[in-house]
């Protein structure tokens, strides 16, 4: 059973409240003059440690049949009502024939007086404490409850994140592959080996952007791996009209980002960029680590004529911040600005060292 009874502290902490309760109730019966104090505990703490698993288990049963929040308060109000005036009626049975038990023959030192005003403040505690024990078993319920929708919207929010990057790949803007398709046929005629080495490349792109997805971190060298692929066959579209520069430190490198966090601004740079410059021009890529932060920049050429509607919409770099505030929150932050000539991203995310940091 779940609740206070699902394990066996709970129902240590259970019983030694109502222990605790039973000894009070002695102590009361003692200062009003009915019984000494050795025959009002021995009447109480047992009658109160027996009412305590039936009233208990009734309670639990009867607030999983009746959850809060239902829009029947009332009706649930009557329902524990008539249950603990029922709940009170049994405890004085209860302690009547406790009672009658302990002042059998020879057993004459024990046993108390049920005076009619000792009955009545019986059922009115036991009205009491089985409405204690409901109140209980609701708090435990709903916290119980409450955990268990933190845990699934947890789980919701990782399978979003495996969903995101999974999107993430399958937007791998379609005519990068396309465009790589035609080079690849062009080169077939004129350049066999620059075609070889593209579609090794492209394959190599694709093997490793699908390993990536059965982890949440990889590290930036990782990372750069990828990125070196996809520019690799940029390079063979572009020729000596794109210029790679890159800059990662050491210690950069071996910290853990998100899988495909760098590479949509890369195609981004490309896309934008690149495309719209007959001279060509150079994307550079560089990765600094700054204490407990891992500082990423992206800067790419553009044409400085180029207007914003131009450039897109901003689904790449939104679908980056996305996917870093639900990684990091508030820790990790992406900005972008624009100069004249040239485009820049810059990332900053805590500087972690293996996955699940």
């Avoid at 109480?44 to 049963?61: I, Q, R």
């Avoid at 719209?276 to 800067?299: K, M």
Wanted: hydrophobic letters at 50%; aromatic letters at 8%.
């Amino acid at each position: 059973m779940q609740g206070l009874f699902a394990s066996r502290r709970g129902v240590a902490i259970y019983l030694l409240v109502w222990l605790c309760l039973g000894a009070a109730q002695g102590g009361v019966i003692a200062l009003a003059g009915v019984a000494p104090l050795r025959n009002a505990l021995l009447f109480a703490v047992p009658v109160n440690l027996v009412y305590a698993f039936a009233a208990g288990y009734s309670a639990y049963y009867l607030c999983r049949a009746f959850p809060l929040g239902g829009g029947k308060a009332r009706s649930i109000a009557l329902v524990f009502a008539v249950a603990a005036l029922v709940a009170g009626v049994l405890l004085l049975a209860l302690g009547a024939a406790w009672n009658a038990l302990c002042r059998l023959p020879g057993a004459d030192w024990a046993g108390i007086a049920l005076t009619p005003q000792l009955s009545a403040l019986i059922v009115g505690l036991g009205v009491l404490l089985y409405g204690f024990a409901a109140a209980l078993h609701y708090l435990v319920i709903e916290f119980v409850r409450a955990q268990a929708a933190e845990r699934r919207g947890l789980e919701a929010q990782l399978l979003a994140q495996e969903a995101e990057l999974r999107m993430l790949r399958t937007q791998i803007d379609p005519h990068f592959l396309f465009n790589s398709l035609n080079s690849i046929s062009a080169l077939t005629s004129q350049d066999p080996k620059g075609a070889r080495r593209m579609t090794l490349e492209l394959a190599s792109f694709f093997r490793q952007s699908l390993g990536m997805e059965a982890h949440k971190k990889v590290s930036l060298r990782e990372e750069m791996a990828l990125i070196r692929h996809f520019l690799a066959i940029e390079q063979v579209r572009f020729g000596a009209r794109l210029i790679v520069e890159e800059e990662i430190e050491e210690g950069a490198a071996a910290c853990m980002v998100p899988p495909m966090i760098i590479q949509p601004l890369v195609e981004n740079a490309v896309k934008h960029g690149i495309c719209n410059l007959p001279e060509g021009g150079a994307i550079r890529v560089s990765a600094r680590r700054a204490g407990s932060v891992l500082h990423i920049a992206v800067v790419n050429a553009i044409d400085p004529g180029m207007t914003s509607a131009a450039r897109g919409h901003g689904i790449g770099l939104n679908n980056v911040r996305q996917r870093l505030s639900g990684a990091y929150k508030h820790e990790a932050s992406i900005h972008w600005s624009r100069q004249e000539a040239s485009f820049s991203v810059a990332i900053a995310m805590p500087a972690v060292l293996k996955e699940g940091d």
